[in-house]
C-alpha cells in the first residue's frame, strides 16, 4: 500500500518524507488555499518545492472545466516536473481529458469519485490513479468503504491497472481500514499516518524496559 500526504504544507510534507514511508502527495485548491498559496505563479512554484521535497508522485489539480482547458494546464503542470501527476476531476471533459493524457503516458489522478460508475468510466479512459472521497461520503451518513469495496471487486474482475487511491481519509483507522479492503494507495492527514505508530503498551512497554536496563547499570 502506498502513503500519500494530504496536504500542501511543506513542513508537514518534510516531516512524513523524514519519516521514509512516504510514497507521494496529494494536494487541491483548497489545500493549497489553507496554505495561504494563492495565484497561478505562485501556485506552480510551490509545486516544484514540493516536488523537491520528496521521491514520490505529486498531485497537481487543474482548475479548468473544459477539454481544452484541461489539456492546456494539464501539460504545464507535468512540464513543471517529472514527478507530476495531473489531478483532472470527474465530470465529461475530465474523461475525455484523462484519455488524451493517458494517450501521451501522462499520469493522471481522478479527483471526486463518489460512485463505481465514475470509477469504471475513469479506468477505461486510462487514469492512473482515482480517487474515491471516502470522508465526505461518510460526512452524508452514505458508508465511504464500502465505494473502496466494490471499485476494488470491479477493477480486479477486468485487471484495471487504475490504482484505487482512497482520499478525504480522515483519521487512523481509515487508513487500516483501506488496507484490509485493499487500496493500492491512501492519501491522508500527517496526523492519520502518526496516528499508525501509537499505542499505550508500546509505551508503558519502552518505560519499563528502559527502567530495567538503568537498575542493571
Ligand atoms: O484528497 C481529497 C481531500 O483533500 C479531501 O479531503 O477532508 O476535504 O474531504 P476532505
Do not use: W
Not at 21 to 26: A, I, K, R
Not at 131 to 140: A, E, K, M, V
Amino acid at each position: 500500500m502506498k502513503f500519500f500526504i494530504d496536504t500542501a504544507n511543506l513542513n508537514q510534507i518534510k516531516e512524513a518524507q523524514d519519516l521514509g514511508v512516504l510514497d507521494g502527495v496529494t494536494t487541491n485548491p483548497s489545500l493549497m488555499a489553507k496554505e495561504g498559496i494563492t495565484g497561478a505563479n505562485n501556485i506552480l512554484k510551490h509545486y516544484v518545492d514540493i516536488c523537491e521535497a520528496v521521491e514520490g508522485d505529486v498531485s497537481a489539480e487543474v482548475i479548468s472545466v473544459d477539454f481544452q482547458g484541461m489539456v492546456k494546464e494539464g501539460e504545464q503542470l507535468a512540464s513543471l516536473h517529472p514527478q507530476i501527476v495531473v489531478k483532472i476531476p470527474m465530470i465529461k471533459d475530465g474523461i475525455k481529458a484523462l484519455k488524451y493524457f493517458s494517450d501521451l503516458n501522462i499520469k493522471t489522478n481522478c479527483t471526486l469519485i463518489f460512485s463505481v460508475g465514475q470509477a469504471l468510466l475513469a479506468a477505461k479512459a486510462g487514469a492512473t490513479f482515482v480517487s474515491p472521497f471516502i470522508g465526505r461520503l461518510d460526512d452524508i451518513s452514505t458508508d465511504g468503504l464500502s465505494l473502496i469495496s466494490e471499485i476494488r471487486e470491479i477493477y480486479d474482475n477486468y485487471a484495471f491497472e487504475t490504482e484505487i487511491l482512497a482520499a478525504s481519509i480522515r483519521h487512523t483507522m481509515h487508513i487500516i481500514d483501506c488496507a484490509k479492503i485493499g487500496a493500492d494507495v491512501m492519501t491522508g492527514p500527517l496526523s492519520a499516518i502518526m496516528g499508525l505508530l501509537k499505542h499505550p503498551l508500546t509505551d508503558s512497554g519502552l518505560k519499563k524496559f528502559l527502567e530495567d536496563y538503568k537498575k542493571g547499570n
